[in-house]
């Protein structure tokens, strides 16, 4: 065949890229089970590491097997509910069972719409709540979990990661253990305008429900305040429920303690 013909370089290329093709689609069928259970336990990783469980150094290091066990050991409950509050189903504990970014993003776009919203509740068996938050920053998607106490609005620890934020500016939503501390101790305030501020240039001082903006990364400071207020207000009711109830628990605790104090008294 002559070498230098037309017909010699469309059959050549085409056999490259068939077997190209075939090598590609082999190796990720291949790969596609490891990828799948990496990011599985990158995500829950995320998720204890929010809710205080250990840093993401330290599941780095036991691994990918010993991060899940511990996740289906000390997990209480993971459901799933809507925008009224109202349960829609189960996540199986015993897998590990999480969603995923995609899953993620799916919801966000439900929330932003206002339709078929599903989103994931995680209950530790030390009461610690967990949910996802889901936006956009300046190059790419951010996410993260925020962590908070049984009375369902005390933050007690927060997670944040990104597609592409700028290293050493947006990617301090990630690398900055300082940026996700100043979480921890604040709330959720579900009777104000905005529950939850990221403030360029500094919360005010005393505030509540307010965190510093990182310097120099304005944009994606705002996608990640963007992102938790959305999802905030598709919790709403959700956390107001949890709220009324631990509310209602503590005040009959109270009323248990007294009535007991009084026994005693006689």
Known sequence: MNTNSNTYTVIYTTIVVVLVAAIL????????PMQA?????????QILTAA??????????I??????EFYSDN???????????DQTGNLDNTQAQVYSTSQLKAQNYNIKNGTDIQVPVYQFKNKVVVFPVYGAGLWGPVWGYIAVADDFKTIVGAYFDHEGETPGL???IKDDPAFRAQFAGKVIDLSAEKPFSIVRGGAPEGAANAV???TGATMTSKGLDAAINSWIGAYGKTLLQG???????????????SETKAVEEE
Request: avoid cysteine; glycine fraction near 10%.
């Open 243 to 257: 709220q009324a109830a631990s509310e209602f628990i503590k005040a009959l605790e109270e009323a248990i303690q």
């Open 52 to 61: 205080g469980f250990g840093d993401k150094e330290h599941w780095a290091e």
């Open 25 to 32: 689609a082999f190796v990720s069928q291949k790969l596609g």
């Open 170 to 172: 947006g990617g301090k």
């Open 37 to 45: 259970a990496n990011e599985k336990a990158e995500t829950v990783s």
């Open 212 to 214: 510093d903006a990182i």
């Open 75 to 85: 997990i209480e409950s993971s459901i799933l509910v809507d925008i009224n509050a």
């Open 63 to 68: 691994g990918n097997s010993a991060t899940l």
